[in-house]
């Protein structure tokens, strides 16, 4: 099973700024990709960012100049650097992994998990 846990998230005036962490762990053989994704209320949930592994980065056009996603190697993590913060960024952020795991039986197999998603809060 694979565990993916969010952090970092918070209530900033606009204009300011916040970083999100994201860290997977469990039976992960090899990522695909991380990505952020958020949701406000009564919204769908919108990617934000994503890495793909030996790929590109990839933005939504909403936040391009202004957040930055990068990804620790050795840990399974990624981040989220937020800067210019806009009262429409207020949403829960979600982290999603995607990979190969190693099941208990020894076989691989394709996962994609989610956290539990963390508040940011843009407001003064």
């Known amino acids: 099973q694979i565990q993916v846990v969010e952090s970092g998230g918070g209530l900033v005036q606009p204009g300011g700024s916040l970083r999100l962490s994201c860290a997977a762990s469990?039976?992960?053989?090899?990522?695909?990709?991380m990505a952020w994704y958020r949701q406000a209320p009564g919204k769908q949930r919108d990617l934000v960012a994503e890495?793909?592994?030996?790929?590109?980065?990839n933005y939504a056009d909403s936040v391009k100049g202004r957040f930055t996603i990068s990804r620790d190697n050795n840990e399974n993590s990624v981040f989220l650097q937020m800067s210019s913060l806009k009262p429409e960024d207020t949403a829960v952020y979600y982290c999603?992994?995607?990979?190969?795991?190693?099941?208990?039986?020894?076989?691989?197999?394709?996962?994609?998990?989610w956290g539990l998603g963390t508040q940011v809060t843009v407001s003064s």
């Open positions: 999603n992994v995607r990979g190969i795991m190693t099941m208990r039986s020894g076989a691989r197999g394709d996962f994609g998990s």
């Open positions: 469990g039976n992960i053989f090899r990522l695909y990709g």
């Open positions: 890495i793909i592994i030996n790929g590109p980065t």
